[in-house]
């Protein structure tokens, strides 16, 4: 792979643009295809998390080491900043010695994650070529982050101005958020409000309106010019690093994603960095995935099944035990991190997990749910 200064990036989402910046920073001409005309298209200029406690480091300092900058909104969150709700309402706060998440924005807006990536790589000169689906690649090596193929979460929600409180609140119960949970982040006057979806799909509708009733009982609300939007995450239960040595394949587009919240977009950086790295330094990239990144991943695998089959009552014991911490990065970290009673649990959750690849569809007959209307159009590539 060194010898070979050119290299095609397919796909300008958080992965393909860390992999195009580091290789150009490191003296590689880069083309990047990305099939639309701008990136951040998938999204609704929605709030999003970057989460803070899956590592020692922070999450802004592995960026900069990573050599991105934080030329976006990318707001810290403290566990004081925010409410947990567990189910019959009952309300748990955390404390946290860090900020919990850094606040993102995600879409075409001046201000996105999205558009912050897109002017890094145009700045140290990437060559981003708009509106072209590449079909095909006849030689020299590719990394592919062309996103998900199908969909094993969705978020339905709408984005709106109101008068609120920078703040967040989450709320973990099976009646408004089977298997998941729902969020409100409101940050400088706008607002985004969704319930995330693991599984009963085709009524996302009526789960999301059970869900907006109860933040509507629980504050007093104002909700100003709304505008709807749907989002989609996809994860394999073993991801699917490359092919043909010529073609690596990161972020969804590998299978990368926090199965159990869905805080993805640390894997998509990720990956795309040890891509990027593994052709600088002639190196396997499977390799550096296998240290890095593919423990992690096997352990929200875990637990995701884990968290299936914890029930309401789970939910209430698990906010109980966190609201018991003095801080709660240290445990959270470390369930995030893998053990010998994660390995255990990700055999088991490795069973009983199919991805829904091969389909690329949602797996409900006559389905409008958001990957059905949205999805399968615009990401299968």
Request: proline content about 3%; aromatic content about 14%.
């Amino acid at each position: 792979m060194k010898n070979n200064k050119k290299i095609t990036v397919v796909g300008a989402g958080p992965g393909g643009l860390t992999a195009a910046i580091i290789l150009v920073k490191n003296g590689y001409e880069v083309d990047l295809f990305e099939q639309n005309n701008d990136v951040g298209s998938r999204f609704n200029g929605d709030f999003q998390g970057l989460e803070n406690w899956s590592d020692h480091e922070d999450t802004l300092d592995i960026l900069k080491n990573l050599g991105i900058e934080t030329n976006f909104l990318c707001q810290p969150y403290y566990g004081s900043d925010g409410l947990f709700y567990g189910p019959k309402l009952k309300k748990v706060v955390v404390k946290t010695s860090r900020p919990l998440f850094y606040l993102i924005e995600r879409g075409a807006g001046n201000n996105s994650f999205d558009q912050g990536l897109r002017q890094q790589a145009e700045k140290v000169g990437v060559n981003i070529i708009w509106n072209h689906k590449l079909e095909s690649i006849k030689e020299g090596y590719a990394i592919v982050s062309t996103g998900p193929k199908a969909t094993d979460a969705i978020a339905k929600g709408f984005v709106f101005k109101t008068s609120l409180k920078d703040s967040f609140i989450a709320f973990l119960d099976n009646k408004i958020a089977p298997k998941a949970y729902a969020y409100l982040l409101v940050n400088n006057g706008r607002a985004t409000f969704a319930t995330c979806l693991f599984e009963d799909f085709k009524n996302e509708r009526m789960i999301f309106d059970k869900a907006l009733e109860t933040l509507k009982s629980v504050i007093d609300i104002d909700i100003n010019e709304p505008k709807k939007f749907g989002g989609f995450v996809n994860f394999f239960n073993k991801p699917i690093l490359s092919k043909n040595k010529r073609f690596l394949y990161v972020g969804e587009n590998a299978g990368f994603q926090d199965a159990l919240w869905g805080f993805g977009i640390k894997y998509a950086m990720l990956s795309g960095y040890y891509a990027a790295q593994s052709i600088i330094n002639d190196t396997s990239y499977k390799d550096l995935c296998m240290t890095h990144l593919v423990p992690k991943f096997q352990t929200s695998l875990a637990n995701r099944w884990l968290f299936a089959h914890l029930t309401n009552y789970g939910y209430s014991f698990l906010l109980s035990k966190l609201e018991s911490f003095d801080d709660v990065i240290p445990p959270l970290r470390k369930h995030y991190n893998q053990s010998i009673s994660k390995k255990m649990i990700y055999r088991i959750a490795n069973r009983w997990y199919k991805t829904k690849l091969i389909n690329k569809q949602c797996l409900n007959e006559h389905c409008d749910c958001v990957w059905c209307r949205h999805g399968t159009h615009a990401h299968a590539n």
